[in-house]
């Protein structure tokens, strides 16, 4: 599985190299689904203009805008309602899913619901995460990032890999997101844990980590051996 973890999206050369390797093919040949699911879950986000400006590539985070081949909407809250032969081979065949922001808990309840949770991992596709499409990855959000409340009542994401996201730090739109309240957050996670800003992205193939940035990060470690960059 490949995965291109991301704050703010496809906003600068690096991350944008990085995401052109990791398709093996240039973007303007390559296939893409945009899920704007966790955007409705968000009372800042949708639904609404801006989960209309992610679907047509009119948002900052250059993700479906970039020049793909064709960009198709997968809805995941419509999926329980529809056979999996109209869907999954069409999710099977795509070369890269870009997952918007918004309430990631949202986002991890529908991907559940609807099946496709079971099915990322056997997916060749790149899976590249703005803010809460990242954070649903970890095992957990922890409390401060809690929004939309799942029956479960828990925090739980889908634990596909196994440090979580402090996403935006040090953004001008959100003053509460420093590396202070980061450092806090951390105190409460059980594992790994990394802050990034919106030039910083976290890129997985299978299971190997690496960071791409053009800004500022910092990895908390639950041993107390933290790096900062």
């Known amino acids: 599985?490949?995965?291109?973890?991301?704050?703010?999206?496809?906003?600068?050369?690096?991350?944008?190299?990085?995401?052109?390797?990791?398709?093996?093919?240039?973007?303007?040949?390559?296939?893409?689904?945009?899920?704007?699911?966790?955007?409705y879950g968000h009372p800042w986000v949708g639904p609404g203009s801006k989960t209309w400006q992610f679907i047509s590539g009119n948002s900052e985070d250059h993700m479906v805008g970039l020049g793909w081949k064709s960009v198709g909407v997968l809805?995941?809250?419509?999926?329980?309602?529809?056979?999996?032969?109209?869907?999954?081979?069409?999710?099977?065949?795509?070369?890269?899913?870009?997952?918007?922001?918004?309430?990631?808990?949202?986002?991890?309840?529908?991907?559940?619901?609807?099946?496709?949770?079971?099915?990322?991992?056997?997916?060749?596709a790149v899976y590249v995460?703005?803010?809460?499409?990242?954070?649903?990855?970890?095992?957990?959000?922890?409390?401060?990032?809690?929004?939309?409340?799942?029956?479960?009542?828990?925090?739980?994401t889908l634990g596909l890999v196994d440090f979580s996201i402090f996403p935006h730090l040090d953004h001008v739109m959100l003053p509460g997101n420093t590396i202070a309240?980061?450092?806090?957050?951390?105190a409460g996670m059980k594992g790994p844990a990394y802050a990034i800003d919106d030039q910083t992205a976290i890129k997985v193939i299978d299971g190997a980590v690496e960071v791409v940035s053009e800004g500022y990060w910092k990895l908390f470690s639950p041993n107390g051996n933290h790096r900062c960059f």
Request: some cysteine.
């Open 129 to 156: 995460g703005l803010s809460a499409g990242s954070m649903v990855m970890a095992p957990h959000i922890g409390e401060l990032f809690v929004g939309w409340t799942p029956p479960t009542g828990e925090d739980e």
């Open 1 to 39: 599985m490949k995965l291109l973890l991301t704050s703010g999206g496809i906003i600068n050369k690096s991350i944008h190299d990085v995401l052109v390797g990791m398709l093996d093919k240039p973007i303007a040949e390559s296939n893409a689904l945009c899920i704007p699911t966790a955007m």
């Open 181 to 186: 309240a980061a450092e806090q957050w951390a």
């Open 75 to 124: 809805e995941l809250t419509a999926l329980p309602s529809i056979h999996e032969e109209r869907w999954v081979p069409l999710v099977q065949e795509t070369d890269v899913l870009l997952v918007s922001g918004g309430d990631a808990l949202y986002l991890s309840h529908w991907m559940r619901q609807s099946g496709f949770a079971d099915l990322l991992p056997s997916l060749n």
